[in-house]
């Protein structure tokens, strides 16, 4: 089965920075585009970004560019998700996901990716 953990959440003020790490097991990690949602209280899961098996970066939410960035390290099976400048608005609980219909490619929604990681929960706020 696959499963994926995220990690390294937490209380963040505002204009600090998270780095979110994505461990996957159990699939050919290097096969697999990685992708980054959250999900607000009271709101639907929405997309961040994503990281294709070859390294390319989709971004979901215009308001993440130039302050989030992804990467993949395939030796540790793991995603990351580094986040600066952090405002309220990015208080979330954020999921990695996988298995998406072509593996190695980044889909737009979120119902697009079958494989879903617990959720780590980022608050930022003073």
């Known amino acids: 089965d696959v499963q994926l953990q995220a990690s390294g959440g937490g209380l963040v003020q505002p204009g600090g920075s998270l780095r979110l790490s994505c461990l996957a097991s159990g699939l050919a990690f290097e096969d697999y585009a990685i992708g980054w949602f959250r999900q607000a209280p009271g709101k639907e899961r929405d997309g961040v970004l994503c990281?294709?098996?070859?390294?390319?970066?989709?971004y979901y939410a215009d308001s993440v560019k130039g302050r989030f960035a992804i990467s993949r390290d395939n030796a540790k099976s793991t995603v990351y998700l580094q986040m600066n400048r952090l405002n309220p608005e990015d208080t979330a609980v954020y999921y990695c996901?996988?298995?998406?219909?072509?593996?190695?490619?980044?889909?737009?929604?979120?119902?697009?990716?079958?494989?879903w990681g617990q959720g780590t929960q980022v608050t930022v706020s003073s």
């Open positions: 996901a996988t298995e998406t219909p072509l593996t190695k490619l980044c889909f737009i929604g979120a119902e697009d990716f079958r494989s």
């Open positions: 990281i294709s098996s070859s390294g390319g970066t989709t």
